[in-house]
Nanobody, 126 residues
């Protein structure tokens, strides 16, 4: 059974940085995931896609985080990362890792993934 476990959330001041990690386990697909992504959800708001990466390393970002966030993956460690710089109060929310074995990157910011983590909280104070 596929498991995704996020770590790295916390509280920072506006302008600060955090690095989220998502460790994947339990899958046996030799080719790995076709696409992995990060989503966030603030209280009272819908879950929104933040960044996605495919098995070739191509990336996709929401306009709101371009130039500030960087998604990356370490296939050997089966870990997905999200480096978040210049954080703003509007970046605050629960951040979720997602993975899929058939999703194309063009859909990477849509919540169409088969596998989800439990989330890690990011708080940004002004």
């Amino acid at each position: 059974q596929v498991q995704l476990v996020e770590t790295g959330g916390g509280s920072v001041q506006s302008g600060g940085s955090l690095r989220l990690s998502c460790a994947a386990s339990g899958y046996t697909y030799s080719s790995g995931f076709s696409c992995m992504g990060w989503f966030r959800q603030a209280p009272g708001k819908e879950r929104e896609g933040v960044a996605a990466i495919d098995s070739d390393g191509s990336t996709l970002y929401a306009d709101s985080v371009k130039g500030r966030f960087t998604i990356s993956q370490d296939n050997a460690k089966k870990t997905l990362y999200l480096q978040m710089n210049s954080l703003k109060p509007e970046d605050m929310g629960m951040y979720y890792c997602a993975a899929d074995t058939g999703l194309a990157l063009q859909y990477g910011l849509h919540p169409l993934y088969n596998y989800w983590g439990q989330g890690t909280q990011v708080t940004v104070s002004s």
